[in-house]
């Protein structure tokens, strides 16, 4: 119980939420989608992580999601590089164009 | 001395490895001159270790080398056997071997593959050694297909020739029918007996059972027949005439197909023991000698002409060993190497003179121009015609007497073949040498004695020719049979003469009347009503034709052989290589294929696939850890 409301629906909301992510990243052809899902799928572990720090008081949780952060925003940096970087070779943005190692 | 007859068979090694080696680096004289003296040391050391042998009683010495096969129950030491029968062969095989050498020096001078020729002779003679030395019958082996494959090298040794090769081949395959023959007999000399040591078996011959003893006697002599070129395994000696000349003196005269008669002596107590055995060496032999002769009378090749004179020798060899007359076939192994080798080098300083040709319808009153051949060469034909008192009237002699001896019949054929040898020989002769000459301009012009590093051993071999007959004189002139004592020992079950002392004296006038009377024969028809052999096959009458055409005995084996051979050869390759075996090999490629084909469909290249099957394969792994809890 955290302010009220049951931990079963943190948990279920932060599942729903990662799935959306994951599908999200399988199914969606534009990049800067894909890396929304990606940071979908992060937040969701955070809320996740969070929720049962509070449970538990303890804190190691809140911590982590610190962490998770951290490399969230390093990555979505990287990321952004590489979108460039392959935005100027392709002129676009679709993975579906990125074929070259197809069979 | 005898302790060091490890030594006779080193020299030759040494020889091979130094002109195999650094034979193309030397001069073509250095590299002649090492072989020669390599036989020469050999020669040296053999006749010092004769030399000692005559003066000890025990005949029997045994020289260790190395140990060589050492297990439980098999005990091959790798030991050489001195004794009068192998140094009897060492003389021969070193003596000739150096006269050989010396005249290859002359003969092989303008060839390119000098040295190459010369490595194979000295590896010849190596492996020559190994089987006359040897005192088991494994080192025998090992020598008699060493010199198998220095037979096939040489006949091959203008190897750019392809029918040369295949005379090679044909040597060489003919002899390994042979040789499994003899194969099989050690093993079963083996099996019954617990060794192959010469010295061992021999002693304990009688334990075996007589139908055992005869069956060794023929597998063993199934090897001779392939060996020493008998019939049926006879017709790769003829075709071997495509080596260099020195080659078929040495190999195909004076020594190689000697080791049969070697291999038969040495085992004579086993011949002795089985007459179904030694009967059937007895009418090969003649069958061949004569079938041989007969070949010899209408072929104009003249090496071809001599190397059915040595079938037909080899065969009255063997005549005399089923006939139990074992130091008289060695007698005459003896004599036949010196005249025969001295007509094959002769024919080689004949073919040279004519810078070429062979053929003895194109040659003719070349006795003028060749001297020194000429005359060594008249001396081979009277040698081997058996005409008193060269050496090939006493081997021959003895031979036919013992053969009268054992069956008439034998003797009679055996008669026929050597009046045929008298007349095939001088046919050669007069056609070679007297007469004009029916050759081109060219020829004429070339004509021109050989060099003295080939007319030399033609007369040493020439004088051996004459005076060699003191070696085995006959007994019954009360002279000393020195051949006969010298194997006294080695000869284990001795059957002597029941002749009476007139029936020799009316076999030997026989014998040398008939030759001189087909001498006589001879003449006339050549010399006084000047008959030529047909240029062409077609001048030939149907009887003469079947037998120039040697009886089609190739042909017959072709067909009944080659081709069923040709034809199993032909289902193995075209159904059992072709379709099985490779469709097996090429169906595993084309499953390897198959299935890659099928697989490289998972590399669509399309991102959101490939993150698609990591995320089922994670959920796939966390399902199984809870299934599996």
């Known amino acids: 119980m955290i302010n009220g409301i049951k931990i079963d629906m943190y948990l279920l909301l932060s599942t729903v939420l990662f799935i959306i992510g994951a599908i999200g990243v399988m199914a ?76 | 001395m005898i302790k ?57 010495n045994v020289v260790n080398v190395f140990s060589w096969i050492n297990s439980d129950t098999l005990k091959i030491p790798f030991e050489f056997l001195v004794d009068p029968l192998s140094t009897v062969f060492l003389l021969i095989i070193t003596g000739i071997g150096f006269l050989i050498h010396i005249y290859s020096i002359g003969y092989m001078h303008d060839d390119e593959g000098f040295a190459r020729f010369f490595t194979y002779l000295n590896l010849f003679v190596f492996f020559m050694l190994l ?17 198998g494959l220095c037979s096939y090298l040489l006949i091959g040794f203008w190897f750019k020739n392809t029918a040369y090769n295949n005379a090679a081949k044909k040597a060489f395959v003919m002899n390994r029918i042979g040789d499994l023959g003899f194969l099989l007999g050690i093993i079963l000399i083996f099996v019954t007996y617990g060794s192959i040591t010469y010295t061992e078996v021999f002693r304990n011959a009688s334990l075996g059972s007589s139908s055992t003893v005869t069956a060794i006697a023929l597998l063993l002599f199934i090897g001779a027949m392939g060996k020493s070129a008998q019939l049926p395994l006879y017709t790769w000696l003829p075709d071997a005439m495509a080596g260099p000349t020195p080659v078929s003196a040495l190999i195909h005269a004076a020594t190689m197909v000697t080791a049969g008669i070697f291999m038969v002596v040495r085992s004579n107590v ?6 179904v055995a030694s009967d059937t060496v007895a009418v090969v032999g003649v069958v061949t000698a004569l079938f041989a002769a007969t070949i010899g009378v209408f072929q104009t090749d003249i090496k071809k002409i001599l190397a059915y004179s040595t079938v037909s020798q080899l065969g009255l060899m063997f005549l005399g060993l089923g006939v139990g007359a074992y130091s008289s076939a060695v007698f005459h192994v003896t004599t036949h190497a010196f005249f025969k080798a001295l007509l094959f080098l002769g024919a080689g300083s004949v073919i040279h003179a004519m810078g070429g040709e062979q053929d003895i319808r194109k040659m003719g009153g070349l006795k003028g121009k060749i001297k020194i051949t000429f005359v060594t060469m008249l001396i081979g034909t009277i040698a081997i015609s058996g005409i008193f ?14 053969t009268y001896d054992h069956s008439p019949l034998l003797w009679l054929l055996g008669m026929l073949a050597s009046m045929l040898t008298a007349f095939y020989m001088f046919r050669l002769l007069f056609l070679t040498f007297y007469g004009k000459f029916r050759g081109t301009h060219e020829q004429e012009h070339h004509l021109h ?114 081709k069923p051979l040709d034809g199993i050869s032909n289902v193995f390759y075209k159904f059992f290589d072709k379709e099985i075996i490779d469709g097996l090999v090429n169906g595993v490629g084309a499953a390897v294929k198959g299935m890659g084909s099928g697989v490289r469909y998972l590399q669509s290249g399309n991102i959101g696939f490939y993150v698609m099957s990591m995320t089922l394969g994670v959920v796939f792994i966390i399902l199984l850890t809870f299934l599996y809890k």
């Open chain 1, 28 to 103: 969606r052809r534009n990049t800067i989608i894909l890396f929304m899902c990606i940071e979908l799928m992060l937040n969701a572990v955070n809320l996740l992580l969070v929720a049962f720090s509070v449970l538990h008081k303890d804190a190691s949780g809140q911590v982590f999601v610190f962490f998770i952060m951290a490399v969230a925003a390093a990555e979505v940096a990287v990321g952004l590089a590489i979108l460039t970087m392959i935005y100027r070779n392709i002129k676009s943005i679709d993975t579906d164009l990125l074929g070259n190692l197809k069979n």
């Open chain 2, 4 to 60: 060091s007859a490890a030594l006779i068979p080193l020299f030759p090694l040494i020889g091979f490895i130094i002109n195999g080696f650094f034979g193309k680096k030397l001069s073509k004289g250095l590299s002649g001159t090492i072989a020669s003296l390599s036989i020469f040391a050999s020669f040296v050391v053999s006749v010092g270790v004769f030399m000692e042998l005559q003066g000890l009683a025990q005949k029997e």
């Open chain 2, 131 to 147: 089987l006359v030395l040897g005192n088991n019958f494994l080192i025998t082996f090992v020598g008699w297909e060493g010199v």
């Open chain 2, 270 to 275: 086993f011949y002795s023991m089985s007459h």
């Open chain 2, 389 to 402: 008192p060269f050496s090939g009237f006493f081997s021959k002699d003895e031979i036919l007497a013992h």
């Open chain 2, 449 to 562: 004695e050989s060099p003295s590093s080939m007319t030399i051993p033609l007369i040493v071999l020439a004088i051996l020719s004459v005076v060699g007959g003191v070696l085995g004189l006959p007994e019954f002139w009360h002279m000393p049979n020195w051949m006969h004592n010298n194997l006294e020992q080695v000869i284990l079950r001795p059957n002597y003469s029941t002749l009476s002392h007139a029936t020799e004296w009316t076999l030997m006038t026989l014998a040398v009347c008939g030759a001189l009377a087909v001498i006589y024969f001879t003449y006339l028809m050549f010399m006084k009503y000047k008959v030529k052999p047909a240029d062409n096959e077609e001048q030939l009458r149907p009887w003469q034709r079947l037998i120039y055409k040697k009886y089609y005995v190739d042909e017959f084996y072709d067909f009944v052989i080659r």
